[in-house]
T-cell receptor, first 113, second 114 residues
Framework: GDSVTQMEGPVTLSEEAFLTINCTYT??????LFWYVQYPGEGLQLLLK?????DKGSNKGFEATYRKETTSFHLEKGSVQVSDSAVYFC????????????FGKGTLLTVNP | DTEVTQTPKHLVMGMTNKKSLKCEQH?????MYWYKQKAKKPPELMFV???????INESVPSRFSPECPNSSLLNLHLHALQPEDSALYLC?????????????FGPGTRLLVL
């Protein structure tokens, strides 16, 4: 089956710092890749996605590019804010996992003022 | 609009109670999902409905009983739960089930079993 290797936290940054959270997906096919964000006490929100190689997803200042050769989908943001404090999940779906959504373990980000 | 709604937001129940969780979407999606999420963990898939038929049951105990009355509505009936079933229950939907399309999640129901 598919698997996701996601950088584990926790990650603590100061406001306006640069953020990178690494994610690598292992699958027999070519998955669609997603980043979900979960704010404290809430459900999961789709942050961005990419469905094929070289696709770049972007939203709210976050970006991630689907690199086919490494099946990686690293999340980046140039200048984080306190309001970005949340848990970030990398996930993917492919035929190799019967299209079940496979999650990474999640990365807790805390941004201090 | 990519909204999935869930009710109730919070639920406390005893081990002998019967309760139901409700999920609704009006995006015309034909696949709906139930997930269970424990603290500091990713969501775990419980059930998948595709075109109103149960297509995946991840070996979930029978005290959890899903129901899909129509393409917009998904219920999870709870009976004789255990304290370890306390968790955040998330509903999700997607355009189709057996594809790599995006799943959209609801806000969840936080369940406490006493």
């Amino acid at each position: 089956g598919d698997s996701v290797t996601q950088m584990e936290g926790p990650v603590t940054l100061s406001e306006e710092a640069f953020l990178t959270i690494n994610c690598t997906y292992t699958a027999t096919g070519y998955p669609s890749l997603f980043w979900y964000v979960q704010y404290p006490g809430e459900g999961l929100q789709l942050l961005l996605k990419a469905t094929k190689a070289d696709d770049k997803g972007s939203n709210k200042g976050f970006e991630a590019t689907y690199r086919k050769e490494t099946t990686s989908f690293h999340l980046e943001k140039g200048s984080v804010q306190v309001s970005d404090s949340a848990v970030y999940f990398c996930a993917g779906r492919s035929g190799g996992s019967n299209y079940k959504l496979t999650f990474g373990k999640g990365t807790l980000l805390t941004v201090n003022p | 609009d990519t909204e999935v709604t869930q009710t109730p937001k919070h639920l406390v129940m005893g081990m002998t109670n019967k309760k139901s969780l409700k999920c609704e979407q009006h995006m015309g999606h034909r696949a709906m999902y139930w997930y269970k999420q424990k603290a500091k963990k990713p969501p775990e898939l419980m059930f998948v409905y595709s075109y109103e038929k149960l297509s995946i049951n991840e070996s979930v105990p029978s005290r959890f009983s899903p129901e899909c009355p129509n393409s917009s509505l998904l219920n999870l009936h709870l009976h004789a739960l255990q304290p370890e079933d306390s968790a955040l229950y998330l509903c999700a939907s997607s355009q189709e089930g057996l594809t790599a399309e995006t799943q959209y999640f609801g806000p969840g129901t936080r369940l406490l079993v006493l």
